[in-house]
């Protein structure tokens, strides 16, 4: 059909019956009044967002999480790394029960001791004085842990991970293994430090327990033995960290792709 000019009085033909019914307008309640909210400055609230990547974090909090992650970037000696293997959480469990029935005395306490033992003394009660044996305690300080290493005192030493700096307890555990004293790594130096009434302690060592404990610290001692001091050679040559990013892993298996191998440890040194 051709079109109508613009001089020419002819009206396009109208549309068929029924094809305009489904364009009726719909029923709008008046009660429910549309108000579309402008998002601008200076107008509506804005609607309530995950603003985590975009708060201003402490120094501290930045550091230790910058830290936590180059610790992963990087490749660390296994002297250092040997500390990121530490106690299963049931037998650390264990070894802290076992180091809360022998927490050291608080001032107080000692003070009541000491008292107690010179009034005894003063009133010529001799044999009583003798008796009383200065009570069995988990010993801690780095020093006086180390002497007790040394002299092969120690039934069983507990070293944390955290320590802050790490050269503090690196030569410990080769000291314990050239000494023949088990010992264990355990996460967290403030839960050592609990134990001795401290914020945090990087060495504790159990010298002595009575006789209804024995037992279980010969379980200690055979867990230390199998997870730390049998596989210690075995930890001497594991390097740690080299762990890559999620971003470098992905265009290195582009890399590889595009390569026609597939993604190992050799071919990420190449590619």
């Avoid at 019956?17 to 909210?37: D, I, S």
């Avoid at 974090?57 to 970037?73: D, T």
């Avoid at 029935?101 to 008292?115: F, S």
């Avoid at 999620?246 to 390569?259: E, F, G, P, V």
């Amino acid at each position: 059909m051709p079109k109508a000019t613009k001089g020419s009085g002819k009206k396009p033909a109208p549309a068929p019956y029924g094809a305009n019914k489904g364009a009726a307008k719909t029923q709008k309640n008046p009660l429910f009044e549309p108000r579309p909210k402008n998002f601008g400055i200076g107008q509506d609230i804005q609607p309530k967002r995950d603003l985590t990547r975009f708060v201003k974090w402490p120094e501290y909090v930045r550091l230790q999480r910058q830290k936590v992650i180059l610790s992963q970037r990087l490749k660390v000696p296994p002297a250092i790394a040997q500390f990121s293997h530490t106690l299963d959480k049931n037998t650390a469990t264990q070894l802290f029960k076992l180091l809360n029935k022998y927490r050291p005395e608080t001032k107080q306490e000692k003070k009541a001791r000491l008292d107690a033992l010179a009034k005894a003394t003063a009133e010529e009660k001799e044999a009583q004085a003798k008796d009383s044996k200065k009570p069995l305690f988990v010993k801690y300080g780095l020093n006086h842990c180390v002497a007790l290493i040394e002299a092969k005192k120690a039934s069983l030493v507990v070293i944390a991970h955290d320590v802050d700096p790490i050269e503090l307890v690196v030569f410990l555990p080769a000291l314990c293994r050239k000494m023949g004293v088990p010992y264990v790594i355990v996460k967290g130096k403030a839960r050592l430090g609990t134990v001795v009434h401290k914020k945090t302690a990087a060495v504790l060592t159990i010298q002595d327990v009575r006789s209804e404990d024995q037992r279980e610290l010969a379980t200690l001692v055979s867990a230390a033995k199998a997870n730390f001091t049998d596989k210690y050679e075995e930890q001497r040559r594991q390097w740690g960290g080299g762990i890559r990013g999620s971003k470098s892993t992905q265009m290195l298996r582009k890399r590889a792709k595009a390569a026609g191998q597939a993604l190992t440890v050799a071919n990420a040194q190449k590619l």
